[in-house]
């Protein structure tokens, strides 16, 4: 007789552990490199990855064999799924795939594994423990490892630049195929961007560093796919769109940042000043009155030193006290930089940039005594002025991405240089 066996309590159920790493693949007729991508993926992290993990093959509108080949990974391979969906876009791709999951972080990479798959364990390493809430790849670090053509070189430097200049944007490389976020941060981010295509990378990346969330950059080893089908006109007409959509968003204050800040426990970006708006609008508007009392002042200072000095050097003076005063007030008024830390470093700076437009009046007023040497003051006061609006243009841009660059992006800059391994 077995005494005892009919009494013990059966077994707690077994309870599955929590998916840790959803990577998500979006394609679109992708016949010829989904399955072996597939495979070497699910490879490396069944032999390199720690946690339980899953791969989702998005789909979306692919015409070819590729809906096929995904279910058909899906059956085959453990912890794969596929995802179909009815329109194309690899934003609205990521947020279906990544809106569904119960994943506590959600990553995606490009179907050619374009990056090098060892760099994925250091990209979401710190999002697992809770240090970071965002995680990128970056192409443009010191320790990346890229090859790639000089046109594609080109456009992806400009278009970060761009984004600096026009949206203030703090991370290096906003294009890499190779993100990853955590799930609880998705939650509240994606409900507020509106791209579905290639610009949602970016507006997704603005909208975390403006409300305050941390995002982590890691060097890559990054191979350019010479078969790549990326519209490169087309993707670049959209993002200039959505930059200025987005834009238009954050100075109008349509977006929640300050409620979504406050939800996620973010305080507002270190070194803000309270009460002075800092949004792109707002600093291009200051900046322009500036820039009019500027003018102002340096017409009259022109007009009355040309008598005693002579054109060239009534130029020179006239500028370097416009510029001494326009750097001051641009500082304070415009960017929001108050106390003297670093003020003779700014006006430092900002004599470099007004030798740019010391280089530019002069060269225009040299070509103007050669075309037209009888003219009078107020035709070299005409193209002193048009002289000094391109002049103006890329002063601004200087000012706003190197002088006076926002203190949450300084101080997240020595961040970006750590790989957490």
């Known amino acids: 007789m077995i005494v005892g066996s009919a009494l013990r309590p059966p077994p707690p159920p077994v309870r599955a552990e929590r998916t840790v790493l959803d990577v998500v693949v979006p394609v679109f007729n992708e016949e010829t490199d989904l399955e072996p991508s597939v495979r070497r993926l699910h490879e490396h992290l069944s032999g390199q990855f720690p946690y339980p993990f899953r791969i989702t093959i998005a789909d979306n509108a692919s015409t070819d064999a590729t809906p096929r080949i995904a279910a058909r990974l899906a059956a085959e391979l453990p912890d794969v799924v596929a995802l179909r969906l009815a329109e194309k876009g690899r934003g609205r791709a990521l947020r279906e795939a990544w809106s569904a999951s119960d994943a506590q972080v959600l990553a995606y990479c490009d179907v050619d594994l374009s990056t ?24 443009l670090a010191r320790g990346s490892r890229v090859v790639r053509g000089a046109r594609r070189e080109l456009i992806s430097r400009s278009y970060n630049l761009l984004l600096r200049g026009a ?77 200025v959509r987005l834009g ?44 009019v009392l500027s003018t102002l002042a340096y017409s009259a200072l022109y007009l009355v030193l040309h ?4 054109a060239y050097a009534a130029n020179l003076l006239a500028l370097v006290l416009t510029a001494i005063g326009n750097t001051a007030a641009n500082r304070r008024l415009t960017f929001g930089v108050r106390g003297t830390a670093g003020a003779a470093t700014h006006q430092l700076q900002g004599l470099l940039v007004f030798a740019l437009g010391l280089g530019l009046t002069t060269g225009a007023l040299a070509a103007l005594h050669t075309w037209l040497p009888d003219a009078g003051r107020g035709v070299e006061l005409l193209v002193l002025i048009v002289a000094n609006a391109v002049a103006t243009v890329l002063r601004f841009v200087a000012y706003r991405s190197w002088i006076f660059r926002s203190p949450a992006t300084r101080q997240a800059a020595p961040a970006r240089q750590e790989t957490t391994l």
């Open 307 to 310: 008598g005693p000095v002579g």
């Open 167 to 243: 949206l203030g944007a703090g991370f290096s490389d906003a294009q890499c195929g190779f993100k990853a976020i955590r799930a609880d941060i998705a939650d509240r981010l994606l409900p507020l961007v509106e791209d579905t295509g290639w610009f949602f990378d970016t507006e997704l990346l603005v909208l975390a560093e403006r409300s305050g969330l941390r995002i982590h950059e890691v060097p890559v080893d990054w191979v350019d796919d010479p078969d790549s089908r990326v519209d490169i006109v087309a993707t670049a007409v959209a993002d200039l769109k959505g930059i």
């Open 248 to 291: 238009r968003a954050l100075a109008t204050g349509r977006l929640p940042l300050s409620q979504l800040r406050a939800r996620l426990g973010r305080d507002a970006p270190p070194g803000a000043v309270p009460g002075v708006p800092t949004g792109l609008p707002v600093q291009l508007v200051r900046f322009a009155a500036i820039g």
């Open 116 to 139: 090098d798959l060892t760099a994925l364990l250091p990209l979401v390493a710190p999002l697992i423990s809770g240090h970071s809430d965002l995680a990128i790849g970056t192409r």
